[in-house]
């Protein structure tokens, strides 16, 4: 069955985000082990410009979503597996808007003011304090992988939609309509 | 006031409008307030600033604001209270590659000339050693004489590479900027 494609701005958003947490994660994971050195520096600036842009495009989507009707699901799925959905897209959404926050929070409580791109600083959002800093770097990292295990999650669910079902789910994501119509009621 | 205090007192006048002895409120000052004295600096880190100071300094600072030109300064600074970021990078700070606390374990500044500038602006030309590397340096100053204190107040930029500050990799400004911003608020007491 034809899917209703989410709009382009919304499509265009999702991959985009998808690829910035995927390297920002990757980058927070190797860099957490470096000495301090120039290379920790530049990566954790890497690491923090990128989180700061996906805070930024997070907003958007927020907003987006808010005012925007999801396109219709033309699948027939079980309850469970709707709620599931519902509840992975929103967990999805509040991971992503808070991690960046911590994140944000962690490095001013360490004592380094976060900018972006080396443009402008960002303001600091709690003053110097290293018990706090501790806390909100374990539960950063905690998040982070929780936003990990719950991405891969949402891939593993349209792959077996993609290929297991073939109900064409994942052209409503895509640029391109889908030619996987095959399974669909 | 008794008769013989009166006449000490029309003697030391004359003495001093006669230029003998100096007056009396050019104070001379030398105490230095470590309370109230402050030497800070920032540095730049991929384009955010550290602000970080050195808690810890002492020396021999002699002012007189009647002769500002004749003030002598011998500021000594110890590099272990070295304060910026967290405990990493103060670590850092302190080992081979920046300050080498171990073998420099304070900075020097030594005053060789001070031009007055009127106006309460003196610029104070000197020596400033940091990790056993000894630059000259001319530092613009202002004062205020404030009853019993004098507060100097000096912004200016050394270049961190001129001592071997970040040897290594370090040596990347890209990673940390090679200006860096220094502040030095300086209180003396009267003696």
Redesign the interface.
Same mark, same amino acid.
């Given at each position: 069955m034809e899917q209703t494609r989410y709009t382009t701005p919304a499509i265009l958003i999702h991959w985009v985000m998808a690829a910035l947490i995927i390297v920002a994660w990757t980058i927070g994971t190797l860099a957490v082990d470096m000495p %301090?050195?120039?290379?920790r520096?530049?990566s954790f600036?890497w690491h923090k410009w990128i989180g700061i842009t996906v805070l930024f495009l997070v907003l958007l989507r927020i907003v987006w979503r808010l005012t925007h009707r999801v396109p219709e699901l033309n699948i027939a799925m079980p309850k469970w597996q709707e709620r599931t959905m519902a509840f992975t897209h929103w967990a999805l959404y509040i991971l992503m808007f808070s991690i960046p926050v911590v994140g944000w929070l962690m490095s001013s409580a360490?004592?380094?003011?976060?900018?972006?791109?080396? %443009?402008f600083?960002l303001p600091d959002l709690v003053s110097k304090d290293?018990v706090l800093?501790e806390q909100l770097e374990d539960l950063h990292a905690l998040l982070a992988d929780g936003l990990m295990i719950l991405v891969g999650l949402h891939v593993l669910a349209a792959l077996k939609h993609q290929f297991i079902d073939k109900d064409g789910l994942l052209s409503r994501m895509s640029f391109h309509k889908s030619s996987n119509k095959k399974g669909a009621i | 006031m008794s008769r013989s205090s009166k006449a000490l007192a029309v003697l030391s006048a004359s003495l001093i409008l006669g230029g003998i002895i100096p007056a009396v409120n050019a104070a001379e000052f030398s105490a230095i307030d470590a309370a109230k004295s402050k030497i800070t600096f920032t540095t730049k880190?991929?384009?955010?600033?550290?602000n970080g100071g050195f808690s810890k300094f002492s020396g021999k600072v002699d002012f007189n604001p009647d002769q500002p030109e004749k003030a002598k300064a011998n500021l000594v600074i110890e590099i272990a209270s070295f304060n910026?970021?967290?405990?990493?990078?103060q670590e850092?700070a302190r080992g081979k590659d920046w300050f080498n606390t171990k073998s420099f374990p304070t900075a020097n500044f030594v005053s060789d000339s001070v031009k007055n500038l009127g106006n309460n602006r003196l610029e104070i030309a000197g020596k400033l050693s940091i990790k056993g590397k000894a630059m000259p340096l001319t530092m613009a100053v202002t004062y205020q004489v404030q009853g019993k204190q004098v507060i100097f107040d000096s912004s200016f930029q050394l270049l961190r590479l001129d001592y071997g500050l970040g040897a290594g990799?370090?040596a990347?400004t890209?990673?940390?900027a090679n200006e860096v911003p220094v502040k030095v608020h300086l209180v003396l007491n009267s003696n």
């Open positions: %301090l050195g120039p290379d520096i530049v600036s360490h004592g380094y003011t976060v900018n972006y791109f080396g %443009l600083e290293k800093g | 880190l991929m384009g955010s600033n550290l910026a970021g967290g405990d990493d990078l850092e990799n370090w990347d890209s990673a940390v």
